[in-house]
């Protein structure tokens, strides 16, 4: 089993590293404040996903906040929270100690105390005794090695605790995440634990760009894989930029920013004014003379309402057969800021400039959307998959049902809502 190549929750990662490993430590090096649970939220819904055993161990975090904050995950049997926060950094205080008897037992997750975690022995035994009750695969997080030099008082012990854990999971065959924060460390000892661990990342903040950088990917290294890499982070989504050379002939960013930009009703003025850009560097861009920065790239993917993959791409392949399966939806923001209760996918492909443009979106129970999902004048054509809405359109209310469709030629709905206890959805056409 050890050796073999699984997901980490996160599509961006794993086409950089190739995937994670059965066996792997990874250790997350990260900046106070940098955005972690995008990975770390990633790996344990992953995780869940494939019915695998969960173990967090919280040391900076007490379990409360871990289920306030990761409650779809956590709230299942299969998931077991060590709990190393309430006597330590806690200090025994009532406000955390008292969720024993009032709170906890009413979690469907386990809660394992440490009642000595200033012991490091104490604080071993008790993760080793839960080790062994799990199964071979199970999936473990420890959100602190630097709350446990607090603990500790010193690197040395948990050098000694990291030396001797880490193997013990490897012949686990586990997947396990450690979270230092790397400014707390002397390089002497976050040397040491990337020699002892399989892989090293860096989180943080270059020039205000979140960025990723792999610092060790045992057996897996190139030059390629180890060059920092800004971020793109929104939500649960991650992306990583790209920073192609700006004469490869296969950037394709211009005539994709010039087919959703037509597509959008929008002139090279209007989306120069969006951006905070000329209407000449528009034109130069689109004519590929020349390419946008990082923090351009992000603006026009805002006032464009998509995602930095129909940006920055190199030249597609001729797909291998015409039927578009949903992988290959791309999520995209409607409205300047995005709709609140409002999730769409572009299913037609971006490139070219298609006569058809074709959207899934969905509207959430009991949400109420103020104006409409698109603002260029076009023919429309909505058919409703399941669910029932209600659009306001010249002053009236009219009800859609399940298969019933709507066309717009010059009108444009002052508002939708969703009156329906569960989601309600559209297949969206506009026309050339």
Not at 194 to 203: D, K, M, P, R, S
């Amino acid at each position: 089993m050890k050796g073999k190549r699984i997901s980490s929750g996160v599509p961006a990662l794993d086409r950089l590293l190739g995937g994670l490993r059965i066996g792997d430590n990874v250790v997350w090096h990260m900046d106070s404040g940098v955005f972690m649970e995008s990975f770390s939220g990633g790996f344990l819904r992953s995780s869940r996903r494939q019915g695998h055993k969960v173990v967090l161990v919280t040391v900076n975090t007490s379990p409360k906040t871990v289920w306030g904050r990761l409650r779809p995950v956590v709230n299942h049997p299969d998931v077991t929270l060590v709990d190393g926060f309430t006597w330590g950094k806690g200090g025994g205080a009532s406000l955390f100690a008292d969720c024993y008897g009032r709170l906890y037992p009413d979690y469907k997750c386990k809660v394992v105390p440490v009642r000595n975690p200033h012991r490091v022995q104490e604080f071993l035994q008790v993760l080793n005794r839960v080790e062994e009750e799990m199964p071979s695969g199970t999936r473990y997080l420890v959100d602190s090695l630097t709350g446990m030099s607090h603990l500790w008082g010193g690197e040395d012990p948990v050098l000694d605790f990291f030396a001797r854990e880490c193997p013990r999971l490897y012949e686990l065959e586990t997947l396990a995440y450690w979270i230092l924060e790397r400014s707390a460390h002397s390089p002497s000892f976050r040397a040491q634990v990337n020699h002892i661990t399989q892989v090293a990342l860096e989180l943080g903040m270059r020039e205000g760009q979140p960025t990723l950088t792999v610092l060790k990917v045992q057996g897996r290294e190139s030059s390629s894989t180890l060059k920092p890499r800004p971020l793109f982070l929104q939500g649960k989504r991650v992306q990583l930029l790209e920073e192609e050379d700006s004469g490869d002939p296969e950037l394709l960013i211009g005539p994709r920013l010039r087919a959703l930009r037509l597509g959008r009703g929008l002139s090279q003025v209007e989306l120069a004014r969006a951006m905070g850009v000329s209407p000449s560097t528009i034109s130069q861009v689109e004519g590929q003379q020349i390419l946008l920065s990082i923090p351009a790239l992000l603006k026009a993917a805002r006032a464009l309402g998509v995602s930095l993959d129909h940006l920055v791409t190199t030249a597609p392949r001729e797909p291998e057969t015409p039927v578009l399966t949903r992988t290959r939806y791309e999520r995209v923001r409607l409205g300047k800021a995005g709709i609140e209760g409002l999730n769409a996918y572009r299913i037609t492909p971006v490139e070219g400039e298609a006569l058809l443009e074709a959207y899934e979106i969905w509207i959430s129970p009991q949400a109420r959307i103020q104006g409409h999902f698109f603002q260029e004048k076009r023919e429309e054509l909505g058919y409703l998959l399941e669910g029932e809405l209600l659009v306001e359109m010249g002053g009236r209310a009219l009800r859609m049902g399940q298969g019933e469709c709507i066309r717009l030629v010059r009108e444009t709905p002052q508002s939708w809502q969703n009156p329906g206890e569960t989601k309600a959805g559209l297949l969206w056409v506009l026309g050339g």
